[in-house]
């Protein structure tokens, strides 16, 4: 089973920056995708941008040319830089990852446990 642990979130003023990364560790025979969402109350979760195991990269709108997302195959690790930043952007960040238990498996999404991110104006 995958564990995902994010960190970098905090409060930054409107046009900063924040780098979040998630980190993968557990059991697992690989992983795929790896993305992040972000929620904010009373919506549903937002996908912000996707990377495969290539590096194939996706972004929402609102996010392209600020954000880029990036990840180190070697170690389960999957970042987003943010630049730019607005107050819409204000959220709790989510990263999922989508692994395999083993080669014989299904693929599995596994969901961190969020990091705020606050920008204010």
């Known amino acids: 089973q995958v564990q995902l642990v994010e960190s970098g979130g905090g409060l930054v003023q409107a046009g900063g920056s924040l780098r979040l990364s998630c980190a993968a560790s557990g059991t697992f025979f690989s992983i795929n995708a790896m993305a992040w969402y972000r929620q904010t109350p009373g919506k549903q979760r937002e996908l912000v941008a996707t990377?495969?195991?290539?590096?194939?990269?996706n972004y929402a709108d609102s996010v392209k040319e600020r954000f880029t997302i990036s990840r180190d195959n070697d170690k389960n690790t999957v970042y987003l830089q943010m630049n730019s930043l607005k107050p819409e952007d204000t959220a709790v960040f989510y990263c999922?990852?989508?692994?395999?238990?083993?080669?014989?498996?299904?693929?599995?999404?596994?969901w961190g446990q969020g990091t705020q991110v606050t920008v204010s104006s």
């Open positions: 990377i495969s195991t290539g590096g194939i990269t």
């Open positions: 999922n990852a989508r692994y395999k238990s083993a080669a014989w498996s299904i693929w599995y999404d596994r």
